[in-house]
């Protein structure tokens, strides 16, 4: 083991295979206009906190990886070995199930990876544009807006503003551990059995996230949702709840930070707030629709949205009529 431990990555001959694609400018541009089309940070936050999951359908997803899967390949034939941030083999997988599952998450953390720098980019038009809120303004928009836990909302904002002042480590470090906080106080609310009292040598405890989403999916959690906390944050994907909290990581890319901070965005306005006291039915519809409080948003506002974005729409035509006049007027 300690000679395992002694090999470094660069040692094992290991080959990266590339393939490069581009992606017409429309297609981010026309995820990235949302957030230019905000009339205030309030707006654009709210649309951040509002996409669809960035793994995509978990049952498209899982179709598209079975026909892959029953292709002729010459990596069918052997077995594959995922390395973890370490270095170290972190998991075997043999048996075609196996392979599957590692092929159903392959194409989740390319859905996610793709996502996560549009929202690294939608982050920072956010910030270009309004500046960066502050921290009490944050939380009074999340707690007021969505009735999201004080002490979530409070957390959540600090590492959204950490974000913005590219401290990607930190911001990355305060949000991982709001996913869990509010996927036990789901469970919690619905009183579902979680504590593990002592036995012996073994202290009582509350079991972790690996244990608490499964619980989550049984009570109706929406499978795409659960599909990206999941391969975002355990084992089975990108494994980022570990390595954080265990020291591996210290350089966390703004696309791997702006996808915790979707993920603890999330689950901090899912949770139920501070001494709510959520009817048990309010709470499993909120997790058959983590994205419930979208359409209470644009009940709340759909004037003023309507008036600003006609404004903007009238600006922008001014502007586009404006440069053509110029461009006419200028001689050949």
């Keep these: ?71 002729p390949s010459l990596r069918n034939l052997f077995g594959t070995v995922r390395l973890g941030a370490h270095g170290l083999p972190q998991h075997s997988y043999d048996s075609d199930e196996e392979r599957l599952q ?5 194409l989740e953390e390319m859905g996610a990876n793709l996502y996560g720098l549009w929202y690294a980019d ?16 944050l939380t009074a928009f999340l707690v007021g807006a969505y009735g999201a836990d004080p002490r979530l909302a409070t957390t959540f904002s600090t590492a ?13 470090h305060l949000a991982v551990p709001i996913v869990e ?4 106080g789901l469970l919690l609310e619905l009183n ?15 079991p972790g996230l690996g244990f608490l989403l499964p619980q989550l999916l049984k009570l109706g959690f929406d ?3 659960e599909r990206f906390l999941g391969t975002l944050l355990l084992p089975r994907g990108e494994n980022i709840r570990n390595l954080v909290a265990h020291g591996f990581v210290h350089d966390i890319r703004r696309s791997t930070a702006a996808l915790v901070l979707r993920a603890a965005g999330l ?32 009940h709340k506002h759909p004037i003023r949205e309507r008036i600003a974005r006609a404004g903007r729409l009238a600006t922008s035509a001014v502007s586009k009529l404006r440069i053509r006049q110029e461009k006419g007027a200028q001689p050949n």
């Design 122 to 137: 939608g982050l920072e038009r956010v910030a270009a544009t309004f500046g960066i809120p502050a921290k009490t303004e």
């Design 1 to 71: 083991m300690s000679g395992l431990q002694a090999i470094s990555i660069d040692d094992l001959g290991l080959l990266r295979i590339e393939a490069p694609s581009r992606l017409p400018a429309y297609i981010p541009e026309s995820f990235l206009r949302q957030f230019d089309e905000a009339h205030d940070w309030r707006e654009a936050v709210h649309r951040f906190l509002h996409t669809e999951p960035p793994t995509g359908s978990y049952e498209k997803n899982l179709s598209t990886a079975r026909r892959s899967f029953q292709r």
């Design 192 to 206: 579902e059995p979680l504590y593990r009292v002592e036995q012996g040598n073994t202290i009582g405890q509350f």
């Design 102 to 106: 590692h092929e159903l998450v392959q």
């Design 160 to 172: 959204l503003r950490l974000f913005w002042q590219e401290e990607f480590d930190a911001s990355a």
């Design 181 to 184: 906080a509010s996927a036990r």
């Design 267 to 298: 689950m901090a306005i899912l949770a139920p707030g501070d001494g709510a006291a959520e009817d048990e039915k309010v709470v499993r519809e909120r997790l058959r629709d983590p994205l419930w409080a979208q359409k209470l948003y644009k």
């Design 223 to 225: 499978p795409d949702w």
